[in-house]
């Protein structure tokens, strides 16, 4: 047998007490009057035998008291060596290490006291075991088998991280440590269980330890998104960003925020937010500097601050880029939509003399009127659309059927079955589309809609969204997506002997809003996780340069793959945090800026508690344990080194006391 605090052996000192008091207090002689002594001397000893026997079992129960007291405080144990189980086991340890983890807990951080906990759950094995560490990073060098020594090292190594993990996946990765190691063992997983990771799932065949940290104060406001209200962004425009604020608190919120622009603060507004409410506020600023720009939404809130900035990155055109390939007088209409507007730069070609290398470089691409396209033109569209393009496709009402498909067909849209000869009017308009769900301030009420005389008939696929059509769902304007671009087809000519569409005041709007469309490039912001993969939609000349990812004096070379004419880049999350950084290609003049953001799901402090983890297993092989390290560590021996009888040593202490105090009472002097 051993002892989990040895040092409280010493108190058995105190059994000498109950001996002092017995030599002393109960042999002092008592002055007894009595008017007749001829019984006195039986009475004597007859007494004195029954004092005898009562004092004897009153200092037996008050030194088994004392001594069952200090074992308890002791802690005694049978180690398991001694019972012949000496082989070594696997110790799996997961330190939850997520933004929740700021949160104050007794004094501390939760992510300190978790800390500690686990270094003091390690330390309580015995040496000969073996240990897995993991954290959310899921680092190679936290799923190893290791030592204890390495262990604590690992251990030590682990900080705050912007990754946030399903507990559920981490007990798989734990379980997949047990392939590699012969012997029984055991896993811990130390965290605040927020309800929005999922839980493990219990295993028959191997024992979970949940350690919960509970949070003193749940408190926070974050700034949650951040948008602007139109797509595209040009030199000149008054702008409006939006931005929404959670209030995660179970009280209401009061507070400001700033918008800056390039370190130059913009605007400031308050916000007064419901507890567990959320409000969206719009900001105002003119864009004055062309290139790449750089907002910022802050606020100050404690404790957590990691969701207190919102970092956000967009490029500034001097002009959106527009080409028309045409036929026949084709490039009529769309020259008088853009020619003279001072934010295009337009600019049109035959069918016979297309410019293949300006297509790629267009916001968007007009093909108007052709007859019929050729393999060429079909291809480099083809490219351009699977890019990111915006292709706006006008036929010609003596074109080509055959032609017409065989473009579509590549791009794996419906066909052109049949063209009508017979005058109808436009019916419904999807004002939820996104060529048209920002044209309106309100929704139009009779809306004069374009009629036509002579259309083509385009069968639907998944991939079509309807723009305009008539009243059986025959469409008139639809947009087809393939790949990363859009397509958009008008079902007849343009000119007034085929449709007044031209002529009605929606087609400018609508024309515009598809270069603006085409235009708009690299997503505003990207959230930083375990595996954060970036889409470059502005794409360099020569995809298959070096891509470095710069911030300060901070560089690396990330991952590079290329897939749909795009450029993904995939970095460890572990290594980002929440700022600007500059994407460059070596050989080439290309440069892109992005904004990179902590994920808000560790914003919402909403925890289970240590009553409905217990609930949730019930029955099971999961033990539920709270932040006490006693407790941790009374676990820990129980699991290690064998049965405790700490509980016992209680229970036989109370048990003498009473038995004490019924001698006492019940026993005649």
């Known amino acids: 047998m051993k002892f989990l605090h040895p040092n409280f052996l010493w108190a058995l000192l105190f059994l000498a007490v109950p001996l002092i008091i017995h030599l002393f207090y109960f042999r002092r002689y008592k002055r007894i009057l009595f008017s007749n002594t001829k019984f006195l001397t039986e009475i004597k000893e007859e007494q004195a035998t029954k004092n005898k026997l009562k004092h004897l079992l009153v200092l037996l129960a008050r030194m088994l008291t004392v001594l069952f007291l200090v074992l308890a405080f002791a802690q005694p144990f049978i180690p398991k060596n001694e019972t012949g189980d000496s082989n070594e086991k696997l110790i799996s340890v997961y330190l939850d290490n997520s933004f929740s983890m700021q949160t104050e807990g007794n004094g501390y951080l939760l992510f300190d006291e978790a800390k500690t906990s686990a270094q003091k759950l390690i330390e309580a094995y015995a040496d000969n075991n073996k240990f897995q560490i993991l954290s959310n ?182 002009a959106m880029d527009i080409y028309c390939i045409y036929e026949a007088n084709g490039d009529r209409y769309p020259k008088a939509v853009f020619s003279a507007n001072n934010q295009v730069n337009y600019s049109s070609s035959a069918s016979n003399n297309v410019d293949y290398a300006k297509i790629e470089v267009q916001d968007l691409v007009v093909v108007s009127n052709l007859k019929s396209i050729s393999s060429g033109l079909r291809e480099a569209l083809k490219n351009y659309i699977k890019a990111g393009g915006q292709v706006f496709f006008i036929p010609n009402n003596e074109g080509s059927i055959l032609s017409y498909n065989q473009f579509f067909a590549s791009l794996e849209l419906g066909t052109f079955s049949q063209k009508i000869k017979e005058t109808r009017t436009v019916s419904s308009i999807n004002l939820n589309h996104d060529l048209l769900n920002d044209i309106f301030d309100e929704t139009p009420v009779n809306m004069v809609l374009p009629f036509v005389n002579e259309y083509f008939v385009l069968s639907n696929t998944p991939k079509q969204t309807s723009v305009m059509a008539f009243a059986d769902g025959v469409n008139y304007l639809s947009s087809s997506s393939y790949a990363n671009g859009h397509i958009y087809i008008l079902a007849s000519a343009l000119g007034d002997a085929y449709t007044n569409f031209s002529q009605q005041a929606i087609f400018a709007p609508i024309s515009y809003k598809m270069a603006i469309l085409g235009a708009t490039g690299t997503p505003i912001s990207f959230t930083i996780e375990a595996n954060t993969t970036i889409i470059l939609k502005n794409m360099p000349k020569n995809p298959e340069s070096l891509f470095r990812l710069k911030k300060d004096e901070q560089e690396m070379i990330p991952q590079k793959s290329i897939y749909d004419g795009r450029v993904n880049l995939s970095l460890p999350g572990n290594q980002l945090e929440a700022a600007y950084y500059e994407i460059s290609a070596d050989d080439e003049d290309y440069k892109a800026e992005i904004a990179l953001n902590y994920d808000r799901k560790e914003s919402d402090l909403t925890f289970y508690s240590l009553e409905e983890l217990e609930e949730n297993y019930l029955n099971s092989n999961v033990a539920v344990l709270s932040n006490n390290l006693a407790e941790i560590n009374d676990n820990v021996k129980q699991l290690e080194d064998g049965q405790s009888f700490w509980k016992i040593c209680v229970i036989l202490a109370l048990i003498f006391l009473a038995i004490e105090i019924l001698l006492l009472r019940f026993l005649p002097n």
């Open 137 to 318: 990073d899921f680092e190679a060098k936290h799923q190893r088998i290791v030592g204890k020594a390495e262990a604590l090292n690992l251990l030590s190594q682990i900080k705050l991280s912007a990754a946030s993990q399903d507990k559920e996946l981490v007990f798989e990765k734990q379980k997949n440590a047990t392939k590699k190691f012969e012997g029984n063992s055991i896993f811990y997983q130390l965290s605040d269980f927020q309800i929005n990771n999922a839980l493990p799932i219990s295993d028959e065949e191997i024992p979970l330890n949940l350690i919960n940290f509970q949070a003193s104060t749940i408190r926070n406001v974050s700034i949650d998104e951040v948008w602007f209200d139109a797509p595209m962004q040009l030199l000149g425009q008054n702008k409006k960003v939006l931005v929404k604020i959670k209030n995660l608190s179970e009280e209401e919120q009061n507070g400001s925020y700033q918008l800056s622009l390039n370190g130059v603060a913009k605007s400031i507004g308050n916000y007064t937010i419901r507890p567990k409410d959320y409000i969206i506020d719009t900001l105002q600023f003119t864009i004055t500097e062309d290139g790449w720009n750089k907002g910022k939404l802050s606020i100050n809130d404690y404790p957590l601050t990691f969701d207190d900035n919102f970092y956000f990155t967009f490029f500034v055109e001097k």
